[in-house]
């Protein structure tokens, strides 16, 4: 058997009290908010009154110094020794009762738990006004266990009160009964020495085999995070730090009179979310065990823990939240995600997604020196593109965001952190994106679906107006705004009982998103559940020729819809819904050369590889072997056989490296560029068929004193395919690579781009 990592440890609650009160044991409020309900509390001091098992406590040694000072501590307070693992409701639950002081709820309101007991009966309870007009119960026991209270004193008052209160009403308070009511106070003093066994950790142990313990022993509990860890470690370490995080959290729930503060339609951030962007910015880490390791004071490298490394690292961190914090930097960048066409916190079905762009504007503005309009444009892009993209709706978004941050780390200039924002951007949203992967993912009947929000923050980007309205949907929306009946509604296109009577029935089919238009309230009720070719022939009576364009672009109606079937509709309604938010998002691309296809080899390179460029150091050769071979050329072929199928086609640059580097062409050992230019073209006809080759222009340059090799593809209007062996394969442009399609995501592309 392993040798344990916990000795076992006896409390008198009393003691566990007194150790809390000192700092012996680190207590600290905002590791978790206060969750039990008061009706929970109640019965644990019933369970310990008479006298049932509670459970066990489970502690983990720190490391701290001894005779260290706690920041923002009273000097009678201890570093804490015991860090608290299991039982934090419990003991706060306990502490706040016996000592009467306020917990924090999770909205962070404060609140006193006033507990009620009632001596006749032995009976507990929590204390409401009936309670506390009835003289036969204590309404608050934390009286009975103050510091200078005497145990005589409340028991002899409480029994005079009740004898005066009996003699007034003609009755006798026997001495059964006086007898009852002592023995139960003798019993409700007697829970201070309440045994508690604890499970005490070592401090030798790391937080991963702390955490593992903590779910073996506690299922049911919150599973402990890294930033549960950390916000533990600011406890001890910077106190200070942790209230400043606390009082932002709180304020941003609600407005101050009279003075700024974080309040804000978009989000009301959590400790632990604000912590992960101390962190990204600080340590450009999105992974919160390795800052947890590092605000340990432990070397990484060495493994060692030391009190410089931890200052230090505390130091890091204190300059970090010193930004995050900052409610310039708050609102500036709120409001750019606003711009954007995000109008509150409905929209964002995502506030990872909001937390991690914070990061990255914070790192722009204040590292890199970004100026305003350039960073508002490209965290306003890279927020939408993040959003439709689900890029941080994942089950590892954390592991998304460190691969981000890990790209940048040796950047040093605004350009190479703008070029590194924009180069992400156009590998993502391409040509297939907009047209291909958009309206099929817009087949869900989710409201709060990231496509839909990402539709309608290009509907306000675009100042569009509700459908048959005169009302911009951007003001419509605002959430500063509150009625009974909000200005427009989300209408069924083809009304639900209009569908049930084809039998079309169920949420799944019926509110598909792309059955919905914003119209407004009194034109919702009127429509009610007419067929869409009536109500569109009275509604389209009314309005303009040029604004009746306007309302079919802004609401992606196709022409004739309503004599459309119900699945045809939507089939279409789905590729204008996706065009539209493809305007949008343009609009947020003004003034920025981001989709533009680079038209010189300076721009490509410049640009780097994505939908449009890709560089291939040889057309033959493996500069690893020095051998010709044949893989090498298969990706050259593969290459050109993407940007044929893709709908905006591409260029392949031979002799340049994937950072930019001119090779030249000499390694591929032809006697001259002709014979270069001969092979590629059988590889071509035997790979691709003959008739590709007049979408297929090659052609050499000169690039920093070497030749290289553009092969410029224009978009075939036939499909593609290339030959390998007695097989055939399917590639398009995704992103910045070739990717081979399945058969059944190529007949639906084929479906998509060739028809």
């Not at 959590?270 to 605000?295: E, H, K, M, T």
């Not at 419509?476 to 200005?487: E, G, I, Q, R, V």
């Not at 390179?605 to 057309?619: A, C, D, H, M, R």
């Not at 030959?723 to 479906?751: C, H, V, W």
């Amino acid at each position: 058997m392993s040798k344990p990592l916990f000795k076992e440890v006896s409390y008198s609650l009393s003691k566990l009290m007194d150790d809390v009160e000192m700092g012996e044991i680190g207590l600290p409020d905002i590791q978790r908010p206060f969750v039990w309900k008061n009706a929970k509390v109640r019965d644990l001091f019933d369970s310990m009154y008479q006298g049932y098992p509670v459970g066990y406590l489970l502690f983990w040694e720190t490391d701290a110094e001894k005779g260290v000072k706690q920041i923002g501590t009273y000097s009678h307070q201890k570093v804490p020794h015991l860090l608290i693992v299991d039982g934090q409701q419990r003991l706060t639950s306990l502490f706040a009762v016996i000592k009467g002081i306020s917990v924090v709820r999770e909205n962070y309101d404060s609140e006193k738990i006033e507990i009620a007991f009632k001596p006749l009966e032995g009976k507990f309870d929590v204390a409401d006004a009936s309670i506390r007009r009835n003289p036969e119960w204590i309404p608050n026991i934390s009286k009975c266990f103050e510091k200078d209270a005497s145990q005589y004193a409340i028991v002899g008052d409480y029994i005079n009160k009740l004898k005066k209160i009996r003699e007034e009403d003609g009755k006798e308070f026997s001495v059964n009964e006086q007898k009852k009511c002592e023995m139960a106070f003798q019993k409700l003093f007697g829970i201070g020495s309440f045994p508690f066994t604890v499970l005490q950790l070592s401090a030798g142990i790391d937080e991963e085999q702390v955490a593992e313990v903590f779910v073996r022993i506690n299922s049911k509990g919150k599973s402990l995070n890294q930033a549960d860890f950390i916000l533990t470690l600011m406890s001890v370490f910077w106190e200070d730090g942790r209230k400043e995080l606390e009082a932002f959290c709180k304020a941003s729930r609600k407005p101050e009179k009279g003075k700024p503060g974080p309040y804000n339609y978009f989000i009301e951030p959590d400790p632990d979310q604000l912590l992960r962007v101390s962190v990204g910015i600080g340590f450009r880490r999105a992974r919160l065990q390795y800052a947890y390791a590092l605000l340990r004071g432990k070397d990484l490298e060495s493994g060692k823990l030391s009190k410089e490394q931890r200052e230090k690292q505390f130091a890091v961190l204190q300059a970090a939240q010193k930004k995050t914090l900052d409610l310039q930097n708050w609102h500036d960048f709120l409001s750019i995600i606003q711009k954007g066409g995000f109008r509150s916190s409905s929209m964002i079905n995502s506030k990872g997604t909001l937390i991690y762009t914070y990061i990255l504007y914070i790192i722009g503005k204040e590292d890199y020196k970004v100026s305003d309009k350039e960073l508002q444009n490209a965290i306003s892009r890279w927020f939408f593109m993040s959003i439709i993209t689900s890029r941080y709706i994942s089950s590892s978004p954390e592991s998304a965001m460190e691969r981000d941050l890990a790209d940048f780390r040796g950047f040093t200039k605004a350009e190479e952190f703008l070029n590194w924002i924009n180069n992400t951007i156009k590998s993502e949203l391409t040509a297939d994106f907009w047209e291909t992967t958009l309206p099929a993912r817009m087949e869900t009947s989710s409201s709060n679906s990231p496509l839909n929000n990402c539709y309608i923050a290009a509907l306000h980007l675009l100042d569009a107006k509700a459908l048959f309205s005169e009302i911009r949907i951007w003001d419509a929306l605002d959430p500063t705004t509150k009625s009974k009946k909000s200005k427009v509604e989300r209408h069924h296109l083809f009304p639900k009982n209009y569908l049930k009577s084809f039998g079309l029935e169920g949420t799944r089919i019926t509110n598909q998103i792309a059955n919905f238009a914003f119209v407004e309230w009194k034109d919702n009720i009127k429509i009610s559940d007419s067929p869409p070719s009536e109500y569109m022939e009275e509604f389209i009576k009314l309005i303009p020729q040029d604004k009746l364009e306007k309302m079919n672009y802004w609401h992606a109606l196709p022409r004739d819809w309503e004599s459309m079937t119900y699945n045809e509709f939507l089939e279409e309604r789905r590729k204008l819904m996706a065009g539209v938010t493809r305007d949008g998002f343009k609009q947020l691309e003004k003034g920025e050369v981001v989709d533009e296809k680079p038209t010189t080899i300076e721009q490509m390179v410049f640009q780097g590889e994505g939908i449009y460029t890709e560089f291939k150091s040889t057309l033959r050769v493996n500069l690893h072997t020095g051998q010709r071979d044949k893989a090498m050329e298969h990706a050259v072929i593969k290459t050109i056989n993407g940007f044929l199928n893709s709908k905006e086609g591409g260029t392949l640059v031979i002799g340049v490296a994937d950072n930019g580097d001119a090779l030249g062409l000499a390694n591929d050992e032809f006697e001259n560029e002709d014979k270069m230019d001969l092979h590629l073209g059988n590889l071509i006809k035997s790979q691709l068929g003959t008739t590709t080759m007049l979408n297929i222009k090659p052609s050499f340059h000169d690039y920093k004193g070497e030749r290289i090799f553009l092969v410029d593809c224009k978009p075939s209007k036939v499909p593609v395919y290339l030959k390998k062996g007695n097989d055939e394969e399917f590639y398009i442009r995704a992103g910045g690579s070739s990717a081979s399609l399945t058969p059944s995501q190529m007949m639906e592309y084929i479906k998509q781009r060739f028809n």
